[in-house]
């Protein structure tokens, strides 16, 4: 049986819309909205000189300036465990090579815990050379395979009463990591990126694909999400994994009624323009979502959800051949 289709909305960690009451509001009013999950993205800093592109937008720069405030992510979402009852609770995505792996595994299981079993892993290897040289961490040239080494700690460390490990990047002596998360055998583990290696591990490790399209130069239309899926059922078939069991949520920006000279974006325009895009994406198979609404104040960003709640999100599934 295929899962029920699932939206979810990330939330500001930086700049003013990061304020800790507002950020505990939008996360309340997401739920009372019946989104299915909220996430929140990763950086430990900022720095003031970036050379690295940022994948998601078109000039390349990283929107965030380093003196504006950005919440760590896994500390955030504890606290938004205490403030939610139902909500899931993602990271779009944690950059597993900025913490060691035994750190991440105790606090994700953690509030894993204080949520009730309501952690989704989302997880990337990270793009920013600068911030990997502030953390001290020397693995950007390195960081696929660090992280692919993590996603085997952690898988290991949450399924064992005792683990030990001997890898290229972390060793550890048999040693106890409890509690395991409350979710078994652990959270779903959601991998980030396309390029052909995020494919791969997403094949081997992941529960699922998490891309970010329609956001230039990250176009990803359907066709090319089917492609994806394809390279990833095929990888994780050869390593012994049930293809079928691998999901994809597409994480997007929606738009509504953007001025005409902006020129017309996928997932933009009136709300039934707006679901008809989504439609194109389930036809291809994808099953749950994440949407965003730009950078923009607290209160337009509730007004945002509303509007998406009430008039988009009915509508999702209206013209989709099965």
Known sequence: MAPTLAIGCTLPTSGAAADISALRGLAQAAEDLAFDSI??????????????????????????PPNQPYLEPLAALAYLAAATRRVRLGTHVLILPYRHPLVTAKMVATIDHLSGGRVDLGIGVGWMRE???????????????????????????????????????????????????????YPPIWVGGHTPAALRRTGRYGDGWLPIGARPPADLPPEAIAAGMATIRAEAERVGRDPQQVRVCFSTTVTFDPPAEAGKRPFSGSPSEIAAEFDRYIDVGVDSFIVSFGRRQSADLEQCLQRFAEQVRPAVGATVVR
Not at 41 to 49: A, K, L, N
Not at 140 to 147: P, V
Not at 150 to 165: D, P
């Open 39 to 64: 996430w929140l993205s990763d950086h430990v800093v900022v720095p003031e000189r970036i050379g690295s592109s940022y994948p998601y937008s078109p000039d390349g720069r990283f929107p965030t």
């Open 131 to 185: 911030e990997f040289e502030a953390l001290g961490v020397p693995l950007y040239d390195r960081r696929g395979a660090a992280s692919d080494e993590q996603l085997r700690i952690l898988k290991t460390v949450w399924t064992a009463e005792i683990a030990s490990f001997e890898g290229e990047f972390y060793r550890f002596e048999r040693l106890g990591a409890n509690p395991h998360p409350l979710q078994q055998p």
